[in-house]
């Protein structure tokens, strides 16, 4: 199941983990029968099935919280707030996101907390409260940092400089910005690096340097034109589940 997750053949892994929950609630191994529910969830849910995740990802939360697995549980809890963002109820992520970071923070697990703060910062920007985004992205950028994830460093770091924009913070912006296209076209996510180009331009052309907005805008068009086809499914890294694998 996890080798299909990784092809991306999500077909395949939901049905592979409906079989091994199967087998977990046979032999009555309730960890690990919550862990296949999760599991599940995230591939039907990358599949678009979002109603039958939910019920899902509601069901481990349950299994995995009684029976005492607080990092399954917190990356299910907090990949539930990834649904819930995705279906236009930031409150309903907001409060998913928060539970999911009080268990991750009393664990240690620097690695998923850096994702799921970054997420929560994600939904104050929606809301507007562009102090509270840039306090989570910042929150966000230590943790990966600190675990060395460059490529989630540069991704925190584009949407810390767009929050930066947004409260007319010009140089953060264009120095987040900046340092994020050259990340993440080090350590490879295109589709965020030429949003980072774009923004560049836009950023650039109000400031009235035309010739930089033109070079940072083809150089982001070029990087789109390249994708093709699977631009949209990647438009929001922050909304794929984690594995928890």
Partial sequence: ARHAWHQGRLSDAARLH????????????????????????NALYMQGAVEEAREL??????????????????????????LEHDLGDPAAAREHYRDALA????????????????????VELEYGDLEAAKRHYEDALRAHREVGNRRWEGIVLAFLGLSAELADARSLARDSY????????????????????????????????????????????????????????????????????
């Fill in 178 to 245: 900046r340092r994020a296209a050259h990340l993440l076209k080090q350590y490879g996510h295109p589709v965020v690096e030429a949003m980072c180009h774009c923004w560049l331009g836009r950023l650039e052309a109000d400031c009235d340097a035309i010739d930089r907005a033109k070079r940072h805008l083809k150089i982001g068009e070029d990087l789109f034109a390249g994708m093709g086809d699977t631009i949209m499914s990647a438009m929001n890294p922050a909304s794929e589940p984690l594995p928890g694998y």
């Fill in 57 to 82: 990802y509601e069901e481990a939360l349950g299994v995995l919280h009684e029976h005492g697995d607080p990092q399954s549980e917190a990356i299910a809890c907090g990949n539930l707030g990834n």
């Fill in 103 to 122: 268990i991750l923070r009393e664990i240690g697990d620097r690695y998923n907390e850096g994702n799921f703060v970054m997420n929560l910062g994600s």
């Fill in 18 to 41: 409906r079989e091994a929950l199967a087998i977990h609630r046979e032999v009555g191994d309730r960890c690990f029968e919550g862990r296949a529910l999760s599991h599940c969830a």
